[in-house]
C-alpha cells in the first residue's frame, strides 16, 4: 500500500516535470505559443507571434491568452520593466484587404476591453502578410454598430493603407518605449 501510494506520487512529480519542462521549452526566450488542440484561428495567432517575436525579443516578451473567450489574444510584456504592457486583440481574416470595406470588432469585446481596462490595446486585422492596427479608445463604444452573423459590431476607422510586420513591430516597440 505505501509503495503504490509511493509510486502514484513520483510518477505525479514525473508528470509536474515534464510540463514545466515544455513550458521551460517555450518560455525560456520569451514566446509562449497556444499548444495543444488548437482551431485555425488559433494557429494564424502562433505565426503572427512568433514572426512579430522575431522582431521584438530584444526588449518584449509575448504571451497568448490561454481562455478562449479572453477579450485580448495577446500581453506584450516589457523586459526592462514587466509592469509594462500592451495588450493586443488580433483578427485574421482571409482575405484580401481590397475587398474589405470596413474594420469591424465585436461589440461586446470593445465593452469588455473597457470594463476590464485592458489598456493599452492596439487592435490589429491581419490579412496574410499585410496589417491594419489602430489604437483601442474607448471612444469606439459610440461609433456605427451593425449586425453581422446575429452579431453587434462595431465599425472602425483605420487608415487606407495596410502595414508590414516590421512596421508593426515599430509601433509595439515605440509603445513599450
Known amino acids: 500500500m505505501f509503495l503504490n501510494a509511493f509510486y502514484k506520487l513520483l510518477m505525479s512529480f514525473k508528470c509536474l516535470f515534464y510540463y514545466l519542462y515544455k513550458y521551460y521549452e517555450i518560455m525560456c526566450d520569451g514566446l509562449q ?10 494557429k494564424l495567432e502562433n505565426i503572427f507571434s512568433a514572426t512579430l517575436y522575431n522582431f521584438i525579443k530584444k526588449e518584449c516578451t509575448i504571451k497568448p491568452t490561454i481562455n478562449k473567450f479572453d477579450y485580448v489574444d495577446f500581453i506584450i510584456t516589457s523586459r526592462k520593466d514587466p509592469k509594462k504592457v500592451l495588450y493586443v486583440e488580433l483578427k485574421c481574416r482571409n482575405v484580401k484587404y481590397k475587398h ?6 465585436g461589440y461586446p469585446k470593445m465593452c469588455n476591453i473597457t470594463l476590464c481596462e485592458l489598456m493599452p490595446c492596439l487592435l490589429v486585422w491581419s490579412f496574410g502578410d499585410e496589417y491594419k492596427c489602430v489604437e483601442y ?5 459610440n461609433y456605427n454598430t451593425r449586425v453581422v452573423q446575429n452579431s ?14 516590421e512596421r508593426l513591430s515599430e509601433i509595439i516597440l515605440n509603445k513599450m518605449s
Open 137 to 141: 479608445n474607448s471612444s469606439f463604444i
Open 100 to 105: 474589405v470595406k470596413s474594420m469591424i470588432i
Open 33 to 42: 505559443l497556444k499548444r495543444g488542440s488548437i482551431t485555425y484561428d488559433e
Open 152 to 165: 453587434k459590431v462595431i465599425d472602425i476607422p483605420v487608415s487606407p493603407s495596410c502595414i508590414n510586420i
